[in-house]
């Protein structure tokens, strides 16, 4: 059984020399990447990527308490103005809400009520678009601003203000856990499954959707790619086998890997373009010229299965197992 290792030292150095979750030793350099965010001049990350399993992480190594200093203080955007939107129904007209409810049915193709737990669930809107007559609905966000916001407005949801640790959390008391693009930011992702494995009830599922290090759009534009613009807040950059081989070190049997929303994969894979055309020449004429073969070029991801942005649906099928 191999060993996973997420743990950063607390001090130097500030890089791995073998990788996390296969222990496979001399990582490559995948490329550099820019925080697009915050838009530091000249200021350069290393994604570095496993030889064998294919896991990329950022470098230089961020300790838990650098890594807050690199959200915004507006990350989670205007959250009391989406709430009005959403308490007048004008949210539910909108293009954004289409994604939640493509989240809503992907989960209830699997399981059609029951309790959920959404972990960094932000302002909650995902929980929002679950029929509360069906699902008893629950999320963890860092932000406690943000969820004594969502608390005060929007009653029947179950928000506790913290992560995936919370003492509130019981274990074997959720049928569903979901990650959306969550497990990337997190310093030991590892850890996180184990404790999702805990909290869930036997055949319960875990559902994980994120950037794709090993997909068609990263091997094709690398340091611009749309899935390194939270770089370095996305800590870890997961490929199939390296996602794979975490789920079952966690006792998690993986059901489906899928492209459940392609609307967001062509939004990774036409900002990709956007941002390499943003440091060419002329940019804006080669961006609308090539625009058009990213059509064509969705149709090879789909042949080949290697999306942008990858889903993975998994079930507890045991305890976790120790090392």
């Known amino acids: 059984m191999f060993h996973v290792n997420f743990t950063v030292n607390p001090g130097p150095p500030r890089h791995?020399?073998?990788?996390?979750?296969?222990?496979?030793?001399?990582?490559?350099?995948?490329?550099?990447?820019?925080?697009?965010?915050?838009?530091?001049?000249?200021?350069?990350?290393?994604?570095?990527?496993?030889?064998?399993?294919?896991?990329?992480?950022t470098e230089p190594l961020l300790r838990e308490e650098e890594v807050a200093g690199h959200y915004p203080a507006a990350y989670l955007g205007e959250i009391e103005r989406r709430i009005d939107e959403y308490l007048s129904g004008a949210l539910q007209r909108s293009r954004s809400w289409r994604e939640e409810i493509e989240k809503v049915r992907l989960v209830e193709s699997f399981l059609s009520s029951g309790t959920l737990l959404d972990v960094g669930c932000g302002d909650g809107k995902f929980l929002w678009a679950l029929n509360p007559s069906r699902w008893h609905r629950a999320g963890v966000e860092p932000s406690s601003a943000a969820v004594e916001l969502v608390r005060g407005r929007i009653p029947g949801i179950d928000l506790q203000a913290?992560?995936?640790?919370?003492?509130?959390l019981l274990p074997e008391s959720f049928d569903v856990i979901t990650f959306w693009h969550v497990l990337e930011h997190l310093a030991d992702p590892d850890r996180a499954l184990g404790r999702a494995v805990a909290l869930l009830r036997p055949g319960g599922l875990v559902l994980v959707s994120l950037p794709a290090i090993d997909s068609?759009?990263?091997?094709?534009?690398?340091?611009?790619?749309?899935?390194?613009?939270?770089?370095?807040?996305?800590?870890?950059?997961?490929?199939?086998?390296?996602?794979?081989?975490?789920?079952?070190?966690?006792?998690?049997?993986?059901?489906?890997?899928?492209?459940?929303?392609?609307?967001v994969n062509f939004h990774a894979l036409k900002h990709s373009l956007l941002n390499w055309s943003a440091g060419v020449s002329a940019g804006g004429l080669w961006y609308y010229t090539l625009r058009p073969l990213l059509y064509g070029f969705q149709l090879i991801e789909r042949i080949t299965g290697r999306y942008g942005v990858r889903t993975v649906v998994a079930r507890r099928t045991s305890p976790r197992r120790t090392p």
């Open 16 to 57: 791995r020399e073998t990788c996390p979750v296969c222990n496979t030793g001399s990582p490559r350099l995948f490329c550099t990447a820019i925080d697009r965010l915050h838009n530091e001049s000249g200021v350069q990350w290393r994604v570095l990527r496993c030889r064998r399993c294919g896991l990329g992480w």
């Open 162 to 168: 913290g992560d995936i640790y919370h003492p509130g």
């Open 216 to 263: 068609l759009q990263a091997a094709l534009f690398r340091r611009h790619w749309y899935g390194f613009d939270d770089v370095p807040r996305h800590l870890h950059h997961f490929s199939r086998a390296s996602l794979d081989l975490l789920l079952a070190g966690c006792g998690l049997q993986v059901e489906r890997h899928l492209l459940f929303s392609p609307r």
